[in-house]
C-alpha cells in the first residue's frame, strides 16, 4: 500500500524557516518524480514544486522560487521542502504527492504550516 | 485568481448527473492531454479520480468520466450519490513557467 506521511509543520514567524519532510513507503520511491502541493485555509490547491527521480531536475512556482528548495533522499525514501523567509501568505497545508502519468496519484495527509508573529 | 477557471458551485439530486467545467488556455488546458481531477472531502487529502482527461484509475467508479473540447475540460458524475459531495480541482500542465497549474475548485452539493 502506497503511504505518504508529511511532517515537520508548525507556527513560525515571519521571515523564518521550516523543513518539510515526508516519508515514503509501499513503492519504488527512487522510480517517481514527486511534488509538493500547498492549500491555503479555505483555499485552492497549488503546486508548489516537483522533483525528479535522481533529483537532477526542480521546477518551482514562482511564488516560492529562490525561497523554497525541494530535495529527496532515496535511501531513505525521503522527500524534502526547505523553506526560507516564510511569508504570511505561505500559511497553508502542505500535501505529499507522488507523481505518475503526469498528474498526482497519492497524496499524503497533509501537514499545517503556520506564519504567523 | 487561479489559472484555470472552474464554477464556483454545482449541485443535483441523486441519481442525476452533473458536469463541472475547466476553462483555460492553449498554453495549457488546451495544448495538452494533461488535465487531472481531484476530489476532496472536508480535512481530506485530495483523490485523483481522473488523469491525461480521460482516464480513471483503478477503484474510481465508472459514473465518473472527462473530456476535453479545445480549451475547457469537462467532469461529469452521473448517477449522483450522496458521497459524491466534495470539492472538485480539475489541474493541467502548463507551458507557463509555473508547470502545473489548479483550477479554483467547484463544492458540488448532492441535494
Known amino acids: 500500500e502506497v503511504q505518504l506521511v508529511e511532517s515537520g509543520g508548525g507556527l513560525v514567524q515571519p521571515g523564518g524557516s521550516l523543513r518539510l519532510s515526508c516519508a515514503a513507503s509501499g513503492f519504488t520511491f527512487s522510480s517517481y518524480w514527486m511534488s509538493w502541493v500547498r492549500q491555503a485555509p479555505g483555499k485552492g490547491l497549488e503546486w508548489v514544486a516537483n522533483i525528479k527521480q535522481d533529483g537532477s531536475e526542480k521546477n518551482y512556482v514562482d511564488s516560492v522560487k529562490g525561497r523554497f528548495t525541494i530535495s529527496r533522499d532515496n535511501a531513505e525514501n525521503s522527500l524534502y521542502l526547505q523553506m526560507n523567509s516564510l511569508r504570511d501568505e505561505d500559511t497553508a497545508v502542505y500535501y505529499c504527492?507522488?507523481?505518475?502519468?503526469?498528474?498526482?496519484?497519492?497524496w499524503g495527509q497533509g501537514t499545517l504550516v503556520t506564519v504567523s508573529s | 485568481q487561479s489559472a484555470l477557471t472552474q464554477p464556483a458551485s454545482v449541485s443535483g439530486s441523486p441519481g442525476q448527473s452533473i458536469t463541472i467545467s475547466c476553462t483555460g488556455t492553449s498554453s495549457d488546458v488546451g495544448g495538452y492531454n494533461y488535465v487531472s481531477w481531484f476530489q476532496q472531502h472536508p480535512g481530506k487529502a485530495p483523490k485523483l479520480m481522473i488523469y491525461e482527461v480521460t482516464n480513471r484509475p483503478s477503484g474510481v467508479p465508472d459514473r465518473f468520466s472527462g473530456s476535453k473540447s479545445g480549451n475547457t475540460a469537462s467532469l461529469t458524475i452521473s448517477g449522483l450519490q450522496a458521497e459524491d459531495e466534495a470539492d472538485y480541482y480539475c489541474?493541467?500542465?502548463?507551458?507557463?513557467?509555473?508547470?502545473?497549474?489548479f483550477g479554483g475548485g467547484t463544492k458540488l452539493t448532492v441535494l
Open positions: 489541474c493541467s500542465y502548463t507551458s507557463s513557467g509555473t508547470h502545473w497549474v
Open positions: 504527492a507522488r507523481e505518475s502519468a503526469m498528474t498526482r496519484d497519492y
